[in-house]
């Protein structure tokens, strides 16, 4: 349910490990292949060798999604109020300027409006590398301002995730951003305006108990991992080690709970085809 | 089964003994007056033991063994229960019970967690944590319920939904986050109450309702004070601190806005008297679904969107 410690330091160390001297070059961590920035960049931040998914910010995700120029971002200053004035081995109070610092995000979620091939748009989009995409009161609250904008001007929504689950250092406040977020979702599905849900690594615990699930269109990007417990803990509770390829966007299509997997180079097109479509 | 004491149940527990083994052992009127006077000083002491709980030790009663439990509930508040199975795609979950009662005169659906006594019937109750087929199961029920204008009360009681390997391949994320979006349009009244554990996702998936009532001594969290301390401390020996930093006992959520009321427990705790305690929950749910029948479907539902819409804190 909760983000994984692990997955904040890890990333800067493996971001390190992949990136070599000279900052130009990056190392595919699944074939080794060596990758040129504007090759990187061309590719959708994809490997052009084994076609493996870099994990990428919203500010790249909106680019590869929008049409140039059309995002108008809101709320981009909301920022944790620390409601619970948690501390553990830190302060939490003291971990979000340094996410904020670190990350040039105030939280884990960034949404506005803008244009797929022309047509509005409501677009939300997770960023991991603040607290682990994790889910507190502003992601819930920047979530269901999101809805409504696209309740209000009856535009498509559609909400790109990556998150660990929701945020332990707001306790019982991030577990009811699932149920703030899937009420407000009922609300836009009554009004029957379309809203697709784009997974990508790794989406797992409270933002896939609510919103991420609950698209009328669940599409995900290849490899990504999609679930509700992490792998960890499932590992722990029955003693085994998983199947390969378990709780991957495939296993997820597989069991029926996607509707597509879609290579990020393909999403934008795809997602224009469909709401030629659904509305 | 062994009876379970709380470390600082002890002294309340000691005194309660003897006066019982006074009871026993005279009639004689100056006894009885001793007897009076002890009975005033175990009262005054479990008033300051309980008045003073840390919220671990609330985490503590929360999961007392000995705690009434759904179908504790089920027997003492209700009558002419009926108990439905199966969410007619894959199997009957145990570990969520539903069906039809009568609390005095009415219909209502009552769904919640079931946790097992003894090893045998935790097994079969998977310890109270759902898997998909549950919250299927629920969402069914409540789907019946809505068909024939019955309100429906959950109580929740579970350490989490099944982290299990068939749990995620049949969709458990998809099963939970179906029933937050479900709840919130259901056109009939909906109450929860937390009786004893109520852990992150697997409570809240049968927990969006109109009113959200906790009994006194339960929790309700994003994780359990035993995972948050192996997360944000790396190691199990930080539970306490973390029950104290995560603020989910009842008093804490009525804090936060989360919670609408707390349901008053019987003196010691729901497990020291649990047809006292079944009591006092059925004449509260008596009085909620009294005040939300008057409430029409369509301001039902906004009031319940709304309602959780309201919640976070956030600067900006
Ligand atoms: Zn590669």
New binding site residues.
Partial sequence: MAWFKRSKENIESETQRRELPDGQWRK?D????IIHKTELGQHVYT?P????HFRIGSKEYINCLLDEGSFKEQDSKMRSADPLKFTDTKKYRERIPEAIKKTGLYDALRWGTGKIEKKNVVVAVMDFSFVGGSMGSVVGEKISRAIDRAWKTKSPLIIVSSSGGARMMEGALSLMQMAKTSAKLARLAEARIPYISIMTDPTTGGVTASYAMLGDVNIAEPGALIGFAGPRVIKQTIGKDLPQGFQRAEFLLEHGFLDMVVHRKEMKATVSRILSHLS | MAKTILDFEKPIITLEEKIEEMRRYSENPDIAQEIKKIEKRVNQLRQSIFADLTRWQRVQLARHPERPYTLDYINLMVTDFVEFHGDRAFRDDKAIIGGFGKLDSASVLLIGHQKGRDTKSNLHHNFGMPNPDGYRKALRLMKLAEKFNIPVVTLLDTPGAYPGLEAEERGQAEAIARNLLEMSRLRVPIVVVVIGEGASGGALGIGVGDRILMLENTWYSVISPESCSSILWRSWEYKEQAAEALQLTAPDLKKQGIIDDIVPEPPGGAHRNHEQMAKILKDVLLGELKDLAKIKPEKLLERRIEKFAKMGAWVG
């Fill in positions: 595919c699944q074939c080794g292949e490997c060798k084994c076609g493996t």
